[in-house]
Structure formats: structure tokens, C-alpha cells
């Protein structure tokens, strides 16, 4: 009987000597080989715009430029200009508000406004929108710079009220178009068309 007693306690005091090391090697084993971290995101800065009720973000690498155009809230650039976002707010001379359903009514507007601009080259079909709760078009075209440097526009037409919002994000040159994508998509993902 004393000797079933002390192999049970030889035994038991082995498995508790077991879970003890196995508690203390997960303890060990956390500090040496430390959890993966999340990847850290991009830091962005956050434009606002109070007299237009608009707001976006851009990669905080980028430099904010000063607009020539006084329509255009925000400019801002990365350090070696190849990529760029700007939003600008103008009436749109348009007596009613458009919604979803009214887009295709405006699109022979916006698909005139871009052929006022004669350094486009080619415009892909456009696509309807609702940025930042504001319905509108995106077009991807190329264009040509006085330098004769080709670059590339992703360019919403968003309609907030009377107001005709455009947000242009540029590539140059066009090749970086596909690189710069996501970050483009980045941007856009973060307007917002009303702040309140």
C-alpha cells in the first residue's frame, strides 16, 4: 500500500513538474519570440475646410503647395511631385440638387468640362460615384505637360447642393499610375463631402 502511495506522489509531483515547466516556457518562450505587430499605417495629414464643409487626408510625406486657383481648397504634392491630390469647390450652375438617380442627366456636363482642357489625351469611360456621401463621375485620362511629360488623372466630379466638388489625383509620369493606385484610393476613401 505505501509503496502504490508513493509511486501515485512520484506520479503526480512529475505531472505537476510538467504543466509548471510547461507554464514557464510559454512565459520564456513570449518574451524571447515577441507576438507579430500589426504593420504600422501610414501617417496622413487631415485638410478641413470649414467655408466649404469638406475634409480629406493625404500621406503626411506630402508638402501642402499653395493654389494659384482660388476655387481649389486644398493642394498638396509628394516631395518629388510625382504624385499629388487637390480638391477644389465651384458652383455648378445647376438649379437642383443631383442625386444618384440624376447622374447620367449631368454627365454630358462633366464630360464637357474635361474637353475644355486641350492637354488631355485620352479619357477612359467614366464611372458614377458616391464619394464622401456626394454622388458623382470618376474619370482616368492621360494628359500632356509643357514639358511634354505625360501624366495621368484619376478626377472626381462630386456633387454637394449648388457645388460642383472636384477631387484630381495625379501621376506623373502616367506609368506610376498603377503603383500610386492604392494610395489614390486611400485618399479618396477618406473625403468627406459634409462634416456635420
Not at 513538474?17 to 520564456?28: C, D, M, N, S, T
Not at 447622374?103 to 474637353?115: A, G, I, M, N, S
Not at 492621360?142 to 495625379?170: N, P, S
Amino acid at each position: 500500500m505505501q509503496r502504490k502511495w508513493l509511486v501515485g506522489g512520484v506520479v503526480g509531483a512529475l505531472a505537476l513538474v510538467a504543466v509548471l515547466a510547461l507554464v514557464i516556457g510559454g512565459v520564456v518562450g513570449r518574451s524571447i519570440v515577441p507576438a507579430p505587430a500589426e504593420p504600422p499605417r501610414p501617417a496622413t495629414e487631415r485638410f478641413a475646410d470649414t467655408l466649404t464643409d469638406v475634409a480629406i487626408s493625404y500621406p503626411a510625406t506630402w508638402v501642402r503647395r499653395i493654389p494659384r486657383d482660388q476655387g481649389v481648397r486644398i493642394l498638396a504634392s509628394s516631395p518629388d511631385a510625382s504624385a499629388g491630390v487637390s480638391v477644389s469647390v465651384r458652383p455648378s450652375g445647376l438649379e437642383e440638387p443631383v442625386t444618384a438617380r440624376l447622374l447620367p442627366v449631368v454627365r454630358p456636363l462633366t464630360d464637357d468640362l474635361l474637353k475644355t482642357d486641350t492637354r488631355i489625351n485620352a479619357i477612359g469611360t467614366p464611372t458614377a460615384v458616391t464619394i464622401g456621401g456626394l454622388p458623382g463621375w470618376r474619370y482616368t485620362y492621360t494628359y500632356r505637360m509643357q514639358d511634354k511629360t505625360e501624366g495621368a488623372h484619376i478626377h472626381y466630379y462630386l456633387f454637394k447642393d449648388a457645388r460642383l466638388v472636384q477631387i484630381v489625383l495625379q501621376a506623373v509620369p502616367k506609368e506610376k499610375l498603377d503603383e500610386l493606385q492604392p494610395t489614390f484610393d486611400q485618399i479618396a476613401d477618406t473625403f468627406e463631402g459634409s462634416r456635420r
